[in-house]
């Protein structure tokens, strides 16, 4: 069964440091977006992407954010300035447009330090 | 309180019981959906629920919607220990493309 694929699975990385976290949504969906989850804490959307540009986002994303899909297949999350409170586990989503099912994947978890 | 709020909290009983976890939220909404998710891993989708309908059913789930009440509710009968995971409800509201979570039911089931 095709599946969301998200690398790495586990990013450490110093605050300030630029991280790019990486995903592969399910081959024939148009639908993208990212979430993240902070530690015992509920699933926050960041971002949807549609037709290569960003459809919607939140007031978390801010300028420090940024989304890419730099070729048919990946899609990409980058955080310039990381901070101690983007810790956190990302996911990424893919949508099945016919059904709105949104697809997640396993998620890359991020530790600043 | 928030966009899809689960009660209880956390839910813990023996294999063979049912278990009903319930979502409350506030916006009007195109559909609503359930996810669940072992510790530390990935989101796994469950089952969708359209605004327009009441009751759908997968397997073991049952999942209800009261767009009236604005609450959906998701029912696991003959629970096993395998099925020991936090389940989300999540809303897709009728403007907009992202889901809002709920905060989540721990369950728990015991062997």
């Known amino acids: 069964e095709p599946e969301v694929t998200q690398t790495p699975s586990h990013q450490v990385t110093q605050m300030g440091q630029e991280v790019i976290l990486r995903c592969v949504p399910i081959s024939n969906h148009l639908y993208f977006y990212w979430y993240r989850q902070i530690l015992g804490q509920k699933v926050e959307f960041l971002v949807s992407?549609?037709?290569?540009?960003?459809?919607?986002k939140s007031e978390i994303f801010d300028d420090q954010f940024s989304v890419e899909r730099p070729d048919g297949s990946n899609f990409t999350l980058k955080i310039r300035s990381t901070k101690l409170e983007d810790s956190a586990m990302y996911f990424c989503?893919?949508?099945?447009?016919?059904?709105?099912?949104?697809?997640f994947g396993p998620g890359t978890r991020l530790t600043v330090l | 309180s928030q966009q899809g709020e689960e009660d209880p909290q956390a839910l813990s009983i023996q294999e063979g019981e049912n278990a009903t976890m319930n979502c409350s939220y506030k916006?009007?909404?195109?559909?609503l959906q359930w996810y669940r998710q072992n510790s530390g891993r990935g989101l796994v989708h469950l089952i969708l629920i359209r605004s327009n309908e009441r009751e759908k059913h997968s397997g073991r789930l049952r999942v209800t919607l009261d767009t009236s009440k604005k609450s959906s509710s998701l029912l696991i009968t003959a629970s096993r220990a395998a099925d020991t995971a936090s389940y989300f409800c999540?809303?897709?509201?009728?403007?907009?493309?992202?889901?809002?979570f709920g905060e989540g039911t721990q369950l728990t089931v015991n062997p």
């Open positions: 989503a893919s949508i099945e447009a016919s059904t709105d099912t949104q697809y």
């Open positions: 999540a809303t897709l509201e009728t403007s907009g493309s992202r889901l809002t």
């Open positions: 992407f549609y037709n290569n540009e960003i459809s919607e």
């Open positions: 916006t009007s909404i195109n559909n």
